[in-house]
């Protein structure tokens, strides 16, 4: 059974060291309060978690094709715009970094209890905004609610089902991070065709209200992660936050401004690499780091992290572009736009489950290498699509 990564002792994971709890020193668990679930109970609670990460992520994309209608809402040229999408991924890259500390300090639950509805605040005010910068305090707040979201479903999923069936706990985990983005630009484009752009945001509130009630009656958390925090670390929080907001402003605004032809990306570069580098540093050395980095010592978790960043690149970005795209240079409705990217989700929906089912058969080199090659050949056919 595997372990929150935040209940180890700072320094105590190596390579050699498996996540996970000797039989010897704890007995199994056989109820929601402990860890796996049996029965018809683990799939409610993978639903219910399921839904809020599936909203959190379709956050970012979902908003894509309704850019060129909030342009005219709010009087706001493209490069303006993007605001509205940097804002909501600087907050929720910053508290999925952090999500294993405030997991350690409130519990799983009440975390993701409070991460939800933060977020589904975040979605009315979004909504409702009159201005761009309404908008985009709407966006930072809906942000911090969704960045809580995901590491806790992924956590809660990974620790509900038996290790047997955990390959298929993984899979339905995925479909929500995965299949999220990619329907995002379908679901938007209908929204702002037969209502208005603000039913992208006004559509999480009754699936927020759903999950609320169902994590509320059937998540519980493991009795050893309710231990708390001694310290809070404070040094690591500025660092990090400054550190992720002036790199995503970077890689926002680089191009925008012939990139280090601008001081102010030369600026921005500097106080980037300098908080991070001493951001690594310091988590590295103190007690109860905000982010534990010696995880990063496990092989199998460094190879998972980076393959994940890069599926996450590929997924995003193209998912991101081609909405613009589409409807910039080709003058495609929203609609139409979003059904471009239609047949990747239901590609995913069909081997999500079948790869889950065969995780305990096959070699996962096999399939990461097939799934890595088909990714590559995709993206090149998009890059040479004739306009």
Known sequence: MALDPQ????????????????????????????????GAGKWLIAASVMLGTFMSVMDVTVVNVAMPHMMGTFGADLLTITWVSTAYSIAEIILITMSGWWTTLLGRKRFFLFSMIVFLIGSLLAGASHTLLQMILARILQGIGGGGLIPCAQAIARETFPPAEQGMAMAIFSMGVILAPALGPTLGGWLVDNLSWQWVFYINLPIGIVAIAMVSAF??????????????????????????????????????????????????????SVTLL????????????????RLLANPQLRIGTTLNAVIGFVLFGSSFALPQWTETLLGYPAMRAGMVLLPRPITMMIMMPIMGRLYNYLNPRIPVAIGA?????GVWALAHFPI
């Open 219 to 272: 998540v519980h958390d493991p009795l050893y992660l309710k231990r708390g925090v001694q310290n809070i670390d404070w040094t690591g929080i500025v660092l990090l936050t400054i550190g992720l907001s002036t790199f995503q402003l970077v890689l926002e605004r680089g191009e925008e401004v012939d990139w280090f032809s601008s001081n102010l990306i030369v600026l921005g570069t500097v106080v980037a």
């Open 7 to 38: 209940s180890l002792p700072s320094g105590e994971l190596s390579p050699q060291q498996p996540v996970a709890v000797p039989r010897s020193t704890e007995p199994a668990r056989v109820s929601a309060g402990d860890a796996v679930v049996s």
């Open 278 to 293: 001493g951001l690594v540093v310091w988590e590295l050395y103190t007690d109860e780091p905000v982010i534990n980095l």
């Open 373 to 377: 090659l088909l990714q590559i050949y």
